[in-house]
């Protein structure tokens, strides 16, 4: 039971590159998440997927898209990458007790 | 949408002493309180929640409180050991809403 898996755990990209991160989850919940996470702003929800085929729009979502791809995976996309992106992005997923489990993360840098 | 503000945004206290970290919210229909540590480089991981059917709610040496009628909720740990220095992120929702908002954190040292 591996839980929340996020790939790549590094990324450098040079602005207006576009990237997929991806996140996989094997609790069989059906809500999942994404977030950004600076310094000093805590985790803001850029979107989230309440089931399988549907995604709603967060705090943050300019600038990105996601793909509810099956229960299991739920893909974030930067199309250009900008320096404001550079940030560290976690992935979560849900069970109904609400209590959100978390990926490991993945640490993007756009120069 | 809500908002959540969170103070102080650090702490450090003496081994053994007690912590203590609050949260304000704005949107009075939240009704779901959590708290996440998150220690150095590693994924954010829940460590207590609290329902607004509650006031107290306590595991161990954890405890959270809740106020609705001022909507702000508080942490506090006891005998604090070097172990629960990390950071702690408060977060308010509708409970069964997916738009949870965090607070910024609270880095929390405890020196030996």
């Known amino acids: 039971n591996a839980g929340v898996t996020q790939t790549p755990k590094f990324q450098v990209l040079k602005t207006g590159q576009s990237m997929t991160l991806q996140c996989a989850q094997d609790m069989n919940h059906n809500s999942m998440y994404w977030y950004r996470q600076d310094p000093g702003m805590g985790l803001r929800l850029i979107y989230y997927?309440?089931?399988?085929?549907?995604?709603d729009k967060g705090e943050v979502p300019n600038g990105y898209n996601v793909s509810r791809l099956n229960k299991r995976e739920f893909s974030l996309r930067l199309e250009s990458a900008a320096p404001s992106q550079t940030s560290v992005y976690f992935c979560?997923?849900?069970?109904?007790?609400?209590?959100?489990?978390f990926g490991p993360g993945t640490r993007l840098t756009v120069l | 949408g809500e908002n959540v503000e969170q103070h102080p945004s650090t702490l450090s206290v003496q081994e053994g002493d007690s912590a203590v970290i609050k949260c304000t919210y704005s949107?009075?229909?939240?009704?779901?309180f959590p708290w996440y540590k998150q220690e150095l480089g590693k994924r954010p991981q829940l460590i207590i929640d609290?329902?607004?059917?509650?006031g107290e709610k306590k595991d161990q040496r954890i405890a959270v409180t809740l106020n609705k009628t001022a909507k702000h909720f508080s942490l506090h740990i006891t005998e604090t050991q070097p172990e629960d220095s990390a950071v702690y992120f408060c977060?308010?929702?509708?409970?069964?809403?997916?738009?949870?908002?965090f607070g910024a954190g609270t880095r929390l040292t405890v020196k030996p």
């Open positions: 997927s309440a089931s399988e085929g549907t995604t």
């Open positions: 949107d009075s229909a939240s009704n779901y």
């Open positions: 979560a997923s849900t069970r109904v007790r609400n209590e959100q489990f």
């Open positions: 977060a308010a929702s509708l409970y069964n809403n997916n738009d949870m908002r």
């Open positions: 609290i329902r607004s059917n509650v």
